[in-house]
């Protein structure tokens, strides 16, 4: 029985990401423009980081980031490459699970189907976004894509202009001319 996950880790291999470290930040339509004209993804998420050094739960406003492709939050996922940004941020890198506590092996709440925590939290600003970014997706299919495009025209475009060498993916990682 094929799963979906071997078809978006089997499309993955297609693109020239093959044995990279990809990092990915979800938005919506409306928000990205903003990301790549401003080459920042803000510090938009506050999280509560509880580490073995500390007792306290202090509160981090950062950037949150997933190794999981199949995450789907947002109409677009930037792909970014995560051992740039892990060599550039090093401890601001946290990977951080919503549900347990530092250390546990247990999660707090394991009834959820997606109860696997892939996140990586970024204390800060991911900037400049422009030197970690390695593709776009568009969480559509190709078709809903060439429909964007059509309604659209000046978002696309401008998407296109600014990022001329970046490649555009739709949700199965076919390029997107």
Excluded: C, W
Aim: proline share 2%; net charge neutral.
């Amino acid at each position: 029985m094929i799963k979906l996950v071997d078809i978006i880790k089997e499309s993955i291999l297609k693109t020239s990401f093959k044995g990279k470290n990809i990092l990915y930040h979800s938005t919506y339509i409306d928000k990205i423009l903003n990301i790549i004209s401003n080459n920042e993804i803000e510090p938009k998420t506050t999280q509560k980081i509880l580490t073995k050094f500390t007792s306290d739960d202090s509160s981090y406003n950062g950037v949150s980031l997933t190794r999981n492709a199949n995450l789907k939050f947002g109409d677009i996922q930037l792909m970014l490459d995560g051992d740039l940004i892990k060599r550039d941020f090093g401890k601001k890198l946290i990977p951080y699970d919503h549900f347990s506590q530092f250390g546990s092996k247990v999660k707090s709440n394991n009834t959820r189907s997606d109860y696997n925590e892939s996140e990586e939290f970024l204390i800060g600003a991911l900037n400049p976004i422009s030197k970690y970014l390695l593709g776009i997706r568009f969480m559509f299919s190709k078709e809903e894509i060439e429909e964007f495009k059509t309604e659209e025209p000046e978002i696309f475009s401008l998407l296109k202009q600014k990022t001329e060498n970046i490649s555009i993916y739709d949700i199965n990682f076919n390029e997107v001319k």
